[in-house]
Each structure stands twice: as C-alpha cells, then as structure tokens.
C-alpha cells in the first residue's frame, strides 16, 4: 500500500493550489456579502480542467481517475478560499457532469461535456421538493408521456446553482406504482426550455456565493431524447451521482480542514497571553491536534472512497462513511479555529468566521448526517 502521491499527483496539486492563490481569493468577501456568483472565475476554473476532472479527454475533460479528482478537489478545497465556489463546482461536476458521463448517450455526452468541462455552462442536479427532502423517493414532480417526449409538472427546491444553470438533471415519477426503483426517471433538461423557470434565489447562512434555487415545471415538454439512462432507471442515475458526490464533495473539505490547521498554527504560535504563544496552552493545542487527526483520517476516508468508485461493484457504504465523517470534522474545525482566534475569530474582517458559516451546510446537503448514519446502519445490517 502506497500513501503518497505519485509526482503527476504532486504536480496537480500545486498547480491548482497556485492556481486558486493567484486567480480565485481576490474580493471574496465582497462577493460573500453580496451574494454574488463569480461567472468569470468559473470560465477560468474551466481553463484550469476542474469542471470535468474525470471525463474523458474526447468529451473535454481532463481524464483523471477517481483518486486524483480527490487530490484535486482537496487541492481547491485548500487552495480557494471562495467555498461557495468550490461547492458550486464541486455540486456540478459531482452531481451533474459524472452522472451525465456514466449514463448519458453518446449524443448526450457530445451535445453537453465539452462545454460542462470548459467552464461554458453551469449544471445542476434536481432532485429534492419542497415536501420530500430526505425522503427524497417520495417526490411529487410528475412526468407524462405525450407525443414524442414527457411532459413535467412539478417544483424542485434547495437546487445548487440553479439560478444560473444552464443544463439540469431532474428526477421525476414516471410510474406511480412501481415507486422509486423503476418507476423514476432522469431527465437531461435545458434551462430555457419552455415551462422551466427559476422562482426563488435563496438567502443563505454560509455558502452564499453559490447560488441555489427554485426550480418550476409547469407543461414543460422534453423530447424522448432528453431521458438521462433509462426510463424507470431514476434511482441509478441517483444512485451513482451520490455515491460520486458523498465520496468527493468532502475531498474539497479536507484541503479546507488543511487550511484551518495551517491559520489555527500560525496563530497560536504568534498571539501571546500570560506571557507566552497561546498555542502552549495545552486546551489550545488540543484542538490543533484534534483537527490534525481530523484531516489525516479524513483524507484516508476520502481515498478509499474515491478508490472504490472505480474498483468496487459499489462505492456506497465508503461513501457515505466518508461523507458523515468529513462534514463533522469540518464543522467542528471550523468552530475550534474561531476559539482559538477568541474575538478576531469572530470578525468577518479576519475571515475566519466565513468557514464556519460556510461548513454548517455540509452535514446537510447530500444527504444528512442522520441520513449517512442511517445508510451504514443499513450495510451492517440494521
Ligand atoms: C447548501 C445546500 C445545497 C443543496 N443542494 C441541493 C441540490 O443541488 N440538489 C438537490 O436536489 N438538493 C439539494 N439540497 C437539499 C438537501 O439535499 C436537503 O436539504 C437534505 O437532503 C435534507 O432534506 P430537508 O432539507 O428536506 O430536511 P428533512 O428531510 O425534512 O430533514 C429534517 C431533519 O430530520 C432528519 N430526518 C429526516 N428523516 C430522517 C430519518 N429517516 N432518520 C433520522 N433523521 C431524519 C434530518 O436528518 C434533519 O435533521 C441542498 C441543501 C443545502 C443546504
């Protein structure tokens, strides 16, 4: 067993760390306060090949396998200081280029990935409803057969980059009786297509350059064509963009408990109290120890995750190990990297804080942390 990086995976992290350094941290706390998606930094995150890290060259992208889009997004994770950036991206490749990659057509796959991985267009991946969010399976968006297509009605909620996409995958029932597993269909669907609309932007508590949405279908038409996988083959399509994104998302957290670790050291070694670093407080040092327990482990999880995409019949159970584990370091790195800033931690001007905020949503988004505990229950056979 190997644990280091191969020179080509060393390379790649610190181009996209230098990267993320010289090109993505300007203004980002403008744009946090705004709220405002950075179009032009995603056409260079295009240029950099981080929209479509694991395609393969001939749809336009950069042909990694799975664990070095791991050292990628932890590369962005810990180079990019924008998170909402990085999960925008991160919620696009994860949930809408692999998903499109792994099931889509070849019309599909030329029609769509050149210009998903360029950094052209913005996906999104549609799936939770104003009543059914965990409960995913139980959605109400409806798809009807009509003469050459489907026809959908329904609202989707909470949806990632969904006022600014440009190409949706949406689930939607089109079977009643045979329920999730058969009877749920994914659709690939152009957002100006007629009956789409975007009704609500989202305020949001962290992560609030990527915007996430509303999504209405009212009689909007699609063509037969536009079904990602087969008809009935819903739950697959889900089941291979969770297992993607649960495994990966989180690798983008580990570059960022990386960077917590790195501002927590250097501050504890610099602030002085009673005399002496505040980082000689054994209650101090503690929590850097922890979070570097933290991020050691969170990597290992993360690889193994990333490695089972592509060496096991199934990634699931990694990956919501991965997932679970992740969210919840983050989340608490996050909040002892404030403590040991004491007040400059809490102001927004030391841009401490902004991670915090920006962590909270990971142990919801993909599936919750309840959710992840649940699944694993599941594997051991509860
Ligand atoms: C920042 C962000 C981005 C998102 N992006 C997308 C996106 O791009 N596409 C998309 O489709 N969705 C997206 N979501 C939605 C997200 O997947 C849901 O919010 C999440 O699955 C939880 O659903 P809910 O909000 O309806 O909460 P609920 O399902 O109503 O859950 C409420 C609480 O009850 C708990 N709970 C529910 N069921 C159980 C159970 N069986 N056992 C134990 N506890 C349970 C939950 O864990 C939670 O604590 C996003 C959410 C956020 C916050």
Redesign the pocket.
Known sequence: MDFSLSPEERALRDSIVKFSRGVLNDHVAERDRQQEFPRELWRKCGEMGLPGLPVPPEYGGSGLDAVGCAVALEALGYGCTDGGLV?SLS?HLL?CVVPLWKHGTEEQKRRYLPGLCDGTLVG?????EPG?????FSMRTRAERVAGGWKLNGT???????PVADVAIV?AVTDADKGFHGGTTAFLVDTGTKGFSTSRKFE?L??RT?P?GELVFEDMVVPDEAVLGKVGGGSVAFGSAMDWERALLVAGHVGTIERLLETSVAYARTRTQFGQQIGKFQSVSSKIADMKVSLEAGRALVHKAAWMLEHSRTASLDASIAKLFVSEVLLKSALDCIQIHGGYGFMVEYEVERTLRDAV?ST????????Q??IIGRWLGL
Do not use: C
Not at 124 to 128: C, G, Y
Not at 132 to 136: F, L, N, R, T, V
């Open positions: 999960f919620a949930a999104a991946h549609a799936i939770t059914s969010g965990s409960d995913s989707k909620t909470f949806i990632s980059n969904g689930f949001k962290g992560l990527s996430v949503g919801i988004y993909s599936g919750t942390s309840e959710m505990r649940s």
